[in-house]
Structure formats: structure tokens, C-alpha cells
């Protein structure tokens, strides 16, 4: 049977400077979602990249003294070095100044102009240079950038010009008959009540006050708007071209999620849905607003000096504790925040207390009492019944949840299995049952079942924690990945090894102050 399909995507990640943790948390839970769909059985494909032009990187590259092109290969490289430092699973990288994607950019611009999409006109308005957009007065916040709070500027210019307004009535249409298709629901109402509503403005779709970007190939001096550049990467590298498409791009899409920042639903929503109609080609399925990662209280930004980067974080903590703090944090429609004071309280109590500390006491217990080797003798009590019955039920649990990208609480119900776990020891006592010969095969029932919540749980931690995930099978010695309980298993485990060890807090503070 063939298997059922799932593409995923991230934003792809502006190249003006190094990202810093709240822009790779995307990319993390993009990785958790495609792996946790392969676990089950899907055929994935999992895109993220880079996002490369516009008048911003051309400035950026002008105070660093080198071409665009130079400046734009060194921060790629930066930010494909940081997704696989956090050991992301992307099935593609891709970049908007590969030639292939400018040259299909092209094309879809001019077959738009064709079409009568798109007109040459002008353009007054109020500039913001950082988001590359232009607002009308009524869009502006206390006079600044709706979206990020900076200094704007009056620009007049020629420009094309994109009639957004011919497709209001078809995308409200879609998004009322579509009710999952923006994600969370504030987010939606947001888009429905500011943007929708009060009447879609023509979209200005390029530029002539700059020249980094992908050119209008029948009017030069325009380069096209780069979020006409930037969203169509969602097709342009799995096959899409005007004329013709891909056997990938049929298999693919539509879309199935697209994962992005909360700052920029209106151009994936609004924007990215009409280009989409306007192509006669249909509309992903799902875009999920994700919230931002805070530090303390606030949004990190260089000049407020409270950035953290992913590297860093990595080589204080370890990769699969960072994964685990920002997958674990982050709440479904509000915005997390991280600090070290929480990421040491977050790795003891769950990561060392809980999980480590059950994985230890229990292979070190089957070692001790059985000299490694267990089995299921079923010697079962009251307390056991409750039990497995968790063991079994997870699986339903957390496919609900992740179904609903609600990934920081299925990640709280395997621990919550791993804590229900010590209490079973806690319970069964199977040092007291050591002690009597004939309480042997109740013992080594006991041991069974630990084995069997480590195990289950193990399965499921492959999709946020990979690395741990492997040294806990490699303790186990199975290769047994089943979701369910299972009866009949033979555990000859390797030796107990320490997974986290618990953090001296005010030591590991004082070295970070210290750096």
C-alpha cells in the first residue's frame, strides 16, 4: 500500500543575520512534527531554507563591505549549520538565489502581468525598510510598523501592482468553508477583522529603489516584491513551473502545514493564498501561527542584548535538553519564554529526575536481580492493571494531540508515563520483593513492565529527543519500536548509563555570567 503523504515547511529564514533560539524553535518543531508523521508511517517531506534578497540584505551587505551574493552564502551557511546542530531531519534546503527558483519567479511574475493580475503603477505610501513593506496611514501603529514597531518613511515610486481586491470574496469563501486552514483561531479572527473585512488593498509587487533582488525580466529596472520571491519557494522547489510540473510537485502538494511565525501570517494567509489561486493551483491545507519565544519577558533583539543562539545553548546543555526545553515551553497559542535559570529547572526535574533517573534505577535493578535478562512471568496485581492500561493509551493520546500541533503537551504525556513510571516503583517496592525467593516472578513481572513504559516511551521521545531516544534502545538492547504494550518481549539489557546528569545551578550560572 502506498503511503499517505505529508509536506511540511518552515519559513524560510531571512539571511540578514545569524537566528538566534525563537527562529530556530520553528525549525525544531517542524522536525518533531516530520518525525513524529514518519514514526506513523508517512511519506514526509520536510522543506526549510533560506530567504535571500530584498533592501535590507543589500544594505547589510553594503556596511560589511562585500557583494550581496557573498554576504547572503555566509549567513546560509550559518543557519544550515545551526538546523544541523539541532539535528533537523530536512528533507531540503532550499535557497532563492538558486537560478532555477529566480528563473520559475520570473515566470510566474510575468504570467500574472499576462493574466491581468498584476498592473504597472504608482506607488505612495509609508515604508518600513526592515519588513520590506509598505502600510497606508490607517495601518500604521503610533505612527510606526504595524509589524515591528520601527521608524517608517514616505516612499513614492513606480511599481507593479498586485489586484488583491478580485479575490477577497473567493478567500474569505475558503477560509469560512476551511476552518482549520489558519491556525490558532486568534490568529484567523485577526486576519479576518484587520485585514479581510475592511477591504484587501492592491499589493505592491516590486521595487526600483534597489536592485538585490529577482528582476522583472520584461521591465528590468523593477525587481519583484520579495515575498512574491520568497512564498512561491513552497513550489518552485519541488517542481512547479508555469508550463509544467513535477512528478514530486503532483505527489506533494498541496501543502499540508506550513509552520511560521505569528509576524508573518498575513503574507501566508492573505497574500500566498491569492498568488495560489491567481495559479489555478490549490491551497495548502494548514497554516499554523506559531507564538515567540521570549527571553524573560521580552522579545530577544541584538540591541536589547538578551539574544540566545542555538550553538551556544547546545554546548552549555546539549542538543536534546535545548530540543526539550523549546519543544516542552512553548504553549500552543501563547508565547513561551526561556532563560537558563528555567532551562537548568526544565533538565533536572524532567530530564535527569524523571526520565533519567527511571531509565537508571531500572536497568540497573534487571541487572542486579537477574543479571540482565528479564521476561514477562504475569504475575500480575490490582496496581499493574492501571498501569499497562497507561502504557497502552499513549500512543491515542499523543497522536491526538500532535494532530492538533499541540507537540509541548504530548511531549508532557510521556512524561507524565516516565513519572507514573517511578511511582510504580515507588509502589511495587522491588527491592522488598528482592528478598524473597518467592516473590521472584512478581519481581521480574515488575521489572518487565518498567521495561515496557521505557520502552513504549522511548518510541515516542524518537520524535523530539532522537539522540536520547537511540541511547535509551541501545540500553534496552531492542530494536523493538511498537507503539503498543507488548507481552511477550525478552530484555537482555546492556549496562545502565547516565542520560543527564543533574546541573550544579548556581556553578553553571556563574560559568555562563563568566564567559
Same mark, same amino acid.
Request: hydrophobic residues 35%; negative net charge.
Given at each position: ?254 501543502? &499540508? ?6 509576524? #508573518? /501570517? ?8 491569492? %498568488? =495560489?489561486?491567481? +495559479? ?54 501563547? &508565547? ?6 528555567? #532551562? /537548568? ?8 529526575? %524523571? =526520565?533519567?533517573? +527511571? ?157
Amino acid at each position: 500500500m502506498e503511503k499517505q503523504k505529508y509536506y511540511i515547511s518552515t519559513a524560510i529564514a531571512y539571511t540578514s543575520s545569524k537566528p538566534h533560539i525563537g527562529n530556530t524553535y520553528e525549525v525544531v518543531l517542524a522536525d518533531a512534527i516530520a518525525r513524529f508523521k514518519r514514526l506513523k508511517g508517512y511519506d514526509v517531506y520536510f522543506q526549510t531554507g533560506t530567504d535571500e534578497h530584498g533592501e535590507k540584505i543589500e544594505l547589510k551587505a553594503k556596511e560589511a563591505g562585500i557583494e550581496p551574493q557573498a554576504y547572503v552564502d555566509q549567513i546560509a551557511g550559518e543557519i544550515k549549520h545551526i538546523w544541523d546542530i539541532m539535528n533537523t531531519s530536512y528533507d531540503r534546503f532550499v535557497r532563492t538565489t538558486d537560478p532555477h527558483h529566480e528563473q520559475v519567479v520570473q515566470r510566474i511574475f510575468k504570467k500574472l502581468y499576462d493574466q491581468g493580475d498584476i498592473y504597472l503603477g504608482k506607488y505612495e505610501g509609508w515604508y518600513c525598510t526592515p519588513c520590506e513593506s509598505f502600510f497606508t496611514e490607517t495601518q500604521l501603529v503610533d505612527g510606526k510598523c504595524p509589524d515591528c514597531g520601527r521608524e517608517v518613511h514616505m516612499a513614492s515610486e513606480e511599481a507593479y501592482f498586485f489586484r488583491l481586491s478580485n479575490y477577497q470574496d473567493r478567500l474569505m469563501k475558503y477560509i469560512e468553508d476551511h476552518p482549520d486552514f489558519i491556525q490558532p483561531e486568534s490568529r484567523k479572527n485577526e486576519m479576518i477583522n484587520n485585514f479581510i473585512k475592511p477591504g484587501l488593498q492592491d499589493l505592491c509587487v516590486s521595487r526600483t529603489s534597489f536592485s538585490w533582488g529577482v528582476p522583472v525580466d520584461f521591465n528590468p529596472k523593477h525587481v519583484i516584491y520579495v515575498w512574491i520571491d520568497a512564498l512561491t519557494n513552497y513550489i518552485t522547489n519541488i517542481g512547479y513551473d508555469v508550463d509544467h510540473v513535477s512528478e514530486e510537485f503532483v505527489k506533494y502538494w498541496p501543502a &499540508d502545514l506550513h509552520l511560521i511565525g505569528k509576524d #508573518i /501570517i498575513r503574507f501566508h494567509t492573505i497574500y500566498w493564498p491569492i %498568488i =495560489l489561486m491567481a +495559479l489555478d493551483l490549490p491551497l495548502p491545507k494548514q497554516v499554523f501561527g506559531h507564538p515567540w519565544m521570549l527571553f524573560g519577558n521580552d522579545k530577544m533583539s541584538k540591541s536589547k542584548g538578551n539574544v540566545m543562539y542555538a550553538d551556544d545553548l547546545v554546548d552549555l546543555f546539549g542538543v536534546d535538553a535545548i530540543r526539550y526545553y523549546v519543544l516542552h515551553e512553548m504553549p500552543f497559542a501563547n &508565547d513561551g519564554t526561556i532563560t537558563y535559570d528555567l #532551562i /537548568i529547572d526544565r533538565v533536572n526535574s524532567d530530564l535527569a529526575n %524523571i =526520565l533519567g533517573n +527511571l531509565v537508571n534505577r531500572t536497568i540497573s535493578m534487571v541487572h542486579k536481580y537477574f543479571d540482565g535478562t528479564v521476561c514477562n512471568k504475569h504475575v500480575q496485581e490490582e496496581n499493574d492493571f492501571e498501569f499497562i492500561s497507561e502504557i497502552r493509551t499513549l500512543d491515542q493520546r499523543i497522536s491526538e494531540k500532535m494532530d492538533r500541533l499541540e507537540v509541548g503537551d504530548a511531549l508532557e504525556d510521556i512524561i507524565n508515563l516516565l513519572r507514573r513510571s517511578n511511582k510504580y516503583i515507588d509502589e511495587t517496592t522491588p527491592w522488598v520483593l528482592a528478598k524473597e525467593e518467592a516473590k521472584k516472578d512478581r519481581l521480574e513481572t515488575v521489572l518487565y513492565h518498567l521495561l515496557e513504559a521505557i520502552r513504549v516511551a522511548s518510541t515516542f521521545l524518537e520524535a523530539f529527543l532522537p539522540e536520547t531516544s537511540a541511547k535509551i534502545f541501545h540500553q534496552l538492547n531492542s530494536e523493538n519500536h511498537a507503539f503498543d504494550f507488548q507481552e511477550n518481549e525478552v530484555y537482555q539489557v546492556n549496562k545502565a548509563e547516565v542520560l543527564f546528569a543533574r546541573i550544579d545551578k548556581e556553578e553553571k550560572l556563574r560559568d555562563i555570567k563568566s564567559v
